[in-house]
């Protein structure tokens, strides 16, 4: 069994207009969300194996936050240029190359490309807001060939949505 979550990072502030893009951090709002997503995490005692993350700093600082509530070392988030500005492809790409010792994977990424990647394998996730969470499970022993996998299951979280 694989478990894979794709995270889009939490609210960044558009305060200072002369940042880049890659620079921008979380906002207040960005902060707590990814603080109530992570605990909801936390009491389903999801354990990640892996968190990967964009190299934008919102979406590290999404992923350290919930790598805190998940009592998940953070150095150990890994973060790869290949997530920032990629296609839905490339998002698959970098998650069929994963190792198959990985059992639960995380990865913390931007839109549109989260939400285009979460529609292919549960269509009717329409749209993942900042810090949603899509989590699959997928039947199978390695990585590769998630892509043409249907998941045995889906499930989608976000801070607006009433925790079940």
């Known amino acids: ?60 600082a999404t ?26 492809d490339a998002l698959l790409e970098v998650i069929e190359g994963l190792a198959d010792t990985l059992e639960c994977v995380m990865l913390v990424g931007h839109n549109p490309e989260i939400t285009e990647l979460a529609h292919r394998f549960a269509s009717d996730i329409m749209h993942m807001p900042t810090c949603a969470i899509a989590e699959f499970a997928f039947d199978t022993r390695r990585w590769s060939g998630i892509g043409r996998a249907k998941p045995v299951r889906a499930a989608f979280d976000a801070p607006k949505v009433s925790p079940t």
Do not use: N
């Open 1 to 60: 069994m694989r478990t894979l979550f794709l995270i889009r990072h939490a609210k960044s502030s558009w305060g200072d207009a002369s940042l880049p893009d890659r620079e921008r951090p979380l906002q207040e709002r960005g902060e707590r969300d990814a603080a109530k997503m992570s605990k909801r995490l936390s009491r389903r005692h999801v354990k990640p194996d892996l968190i990967v993350s964009s190299p934008a700093v919102r979406a590290i």
């Open 63 to 88: 992923a350290r936050v919930i790598a805190e509530g998940l009592d998940y070392e953070l150095e150990r988030i890994v973060v790869d240029d290949g997530i920032y500005a990629a296609t839905a």
